[in-house]
């Protein structure tokens, strides 16, 4: 097979986002109509863990490469010469329109798509399968009988996991991975891996897929999805430096992912970087329609880290930006950084704007944010006789009378709040850190209660985010005096 090369490593792009369309079947025969779809599948299985920098993606109409942001696109046909197949592929830069190398020959199909695959990056790997018949089974959908045919055909046995997964046969899929993972020379590195994450997933063992997935992100570094994903799981078991390192990485592919600068920012946040988080919100924010949502983002940063005039600012500027995003949120979280900062008064009069805000939207529940507002704020009392109230008026039923008595029975006996450590450490590793606060709370209480004052002064380092909706226990309230009551006994 011939090859002719303007190299895509002479594009001057840092990495190249390569698209692989359908190749055309022009034999006229429907036999060899797999290397249509399987194709694509197979080079990109090659470039996968590749040692260029190389990004494929399979697409399924020239709209689907595009809206992928692929840099450059991978078409060609096949077509009956003699007694074998000829090819011809172009790649062709998105931007130019040119095709930047062509690659064409005759014979097996196999080899011609390793060509291709090693023109584009030479350090392509070879498909997990050399044997035409298991690579033909696997590409008809017959996965099964592929791997009967080649036991160390890595791609067929994840083909397979995934149809008995996809139909609803977990345990079918996870003894075929347990399988699968026995064969010691299973191709490629790639599919062992996610093999490995497979079976890590099945189990539910979130240290093991946490040990593939940076398996795979070794094998693949310049996959932005993949850095995404391991960025939320870092995130989600609050190793904040560590997912923010993840999203810059995916950001450096893909540093027009405006949601990812967004979350980037959260997780410099929770690191304790606030500086770094506000320039990463400020890039979010540079999109239009998140300029609201980017500043409220930079008010929790703040208040995540005790900066609550910076807080108050962002917040009273998101409400000005789009009062309808939050429902009025963005003041009342306003009000409870102009209170944490030592004016009450100050804060009643921003909590009153959010209260009018609500009376305007006809919020039937504007009498219990008022208690919640004034018992969060030391008032108990005057929270209670409120509530008390609303009870007794005959002119209020149903679902706001009962929200009364409900949180007038979570005030009157606090004893039967939560206070098993492990029974809240699991709800609390379950719970996004965004909206962990209650929860972090009454972890710190118990693990203090519990003698382990150390570990519960680290879930205290951080402030909780008020205005938290939809508590089914209606533990809002006590947010703020258990958490300060903590600190405090905690010095």
């Known amino acids: ?262 979350m980037l920012g959260y997780a410099q946040a929770f690191a304790g970087d606030v500086d770094s988080a506000q320039k990463s919100f400020e890039r979010y924010g540079s999109d239009p329609a998140r300029a609201a949502n980017a500043l409220d983002s930079q008010g929790e940063a703040a208040f995540l880290n005790g900066r609550f005039s910076e807080a108050e600012k962002y917040f009273l500027e998101a409400h000005a930006k789009s009062p309808a995003m939050l429902g009025g949120g963005d003041l009342l979280k306003a009000a409870y950084a102009r209170w944490l900062k030592g004016d009450l008064t100050g804060a009643d009069q921003l909590f009153a704007q959010y209260l009018a805000f609500r009376s305007q939207q006809k919020d039937p529940m504007v009498a219990w944010r008022q208690a919640v507002w004034e018992y969060s704020t030391g008032r108990p009392a005057a929270a209670i006789d409120r509530l008390t109230n609303v009870t007794r008026l005959p002119s209020v039923s149903g679902p706001p009378a009962d929200l009364a008595r409900t949180q007038l029975a979570v005030w009157s006996d606090l004893s039967k709040l939560p206070h098993d450590p492990a029974a809240l450490k699991q709800v609390f590793e379950r719970t996004p850190p965004t909206s962990d606060g209650i929860t972090r709370v009454l972890f710190a209480a118990a693990l203090a209660q519990a003698g382990q004052k150390d570990e519960a002064r680290k879930l205290l380092v951080l402030w909780p985010l008020p205005g938290a909706e939809g508590d089914p226990l209606l533990l809002q309230s006590l947010l703020f005096p258990k958490y300060l009551e903590l600190k405090q006994q905690l010095k």
């Open 1 to 262: 097979m011939a090859a002719a090369c303007g190299a895509c490593s002479r594009s001057g792009r840092a990495v190249e986002r390569v698209a692989f369309l359908p190749i055309e079947n022009l034999t006229g025969d429907p036999a060899p109509d797999w290397i249509s779809t399987a194709g694509p599948k197979i080079v990109t299985d090659q470039l996968l863990g590749g040692t260029g920098r190389t990004v494929p993606v399979q697409a399924g109409a020239l709209r689907d490469a595009y809206a992928s942001g692929a840099t450059q696109l991978v078409h060609g046909y096949f077509e009956k010469r003699g007694q074998g197949l000829h090819y011809e592929f172009m790649v062709e830069d998105t931007q130019t329109h040119k095709v930047v190398q062509t690659v064409a020959g005759d014979g097996d199909t196999l080899p011609a798509l390793d060509r291709l695959a090693k023109q584009i990056d030479s350090g392509a790997h070879p498909f997990s399968s050399t044997n035409p018949e298991a690579v033909a089974a696997w590409a008809r959908g017959e996965p099964e009988n592929a791997v009967s045919l080649d036991q160390d055909f890595g791609a067929a046995w994840l083909s397979w996991v995934q149809a008995r997964a996809a139909a609803g046969n977990t345990q079918d899929a996870f003894d075929i991975v347990v399988r699968a993972l026995r064969q010691p020379s299973l191709r490629s590195p790639v599919d062992r891996a996610q093999l490995e994450l497979a079976a890590a997933t099945f189990r539910q063992d979130e240290p093991a897929q946490q040990r593939a997935l940076a398996a795979l992100a070794q094998l693949m570094p310049h996959d932005s999805a993949l850095l995404r994903r391991l960025a939320t799981q870092e995130m989600n078991a609050r190793r904040f430096s560590q997912a923010a390192q993840f999203y810059q990485a995916a950001l450096r592919e893909d540093p027009d992912d405006i949601d990812s600068w967004n």
